[in-house]
């Protein structure tokens, strides 16, 4: 995109800060500009950030229901997807798939949950936990 038509648009979700962007001048030559938002890129970014709240919300249910384990759950919390989570921790997604039902979940060792949690951002008390609303 060239400098001059960098878009302009503030969103929320910037809150009032800005972004960097490459941009083409009029040499022809890339280099940063900054952007508060564009339309475009925001209403996407909102749409997937929507889904990945449902699928979290669904996790949960699924939990009270004894159909998954804390760390789908926590995977969704953290903005990740299966295969974000399994390439963080260097396994197969049908490896972190399994990990997924509670009876595999519990089998888990210590270092197991930890190196999850770490991935996560979270400690392991908090991974073998779901929040309580």
Known sequence: MKKEKTPQQPHDMYEGGSKVVYTVNAE?????????????????????????????QQSLLKI???????????????RMDLQ??????????WQVKRHFKPANFVKLSQQQI????????????????????
């Open 64 to 78: 009270q229901q004894g159909i998954s384990s804390p760390l789908e759950y926590h995977m969704y919390a953290q």
């Open 114 to 133: 930890e190196n999850y949690a770490a991935v996560l951002g979270i400690n392991a008390t908090q991974l073998i936990t779901i929040p309580n609303d």
């Open 28 to 56: 022809g030559k890339y280099e940063l500009s900054s952007t508060t938002g564009w339309e475009p890129e925001t209403i996407a970014l909102s749409q997937a950030l929507e889904e990945i709240d449902r699928l979290s």
């Open 84 to 93: 974000m989570l399994a390439a963080a921790v260097g396994k197969f997604q």
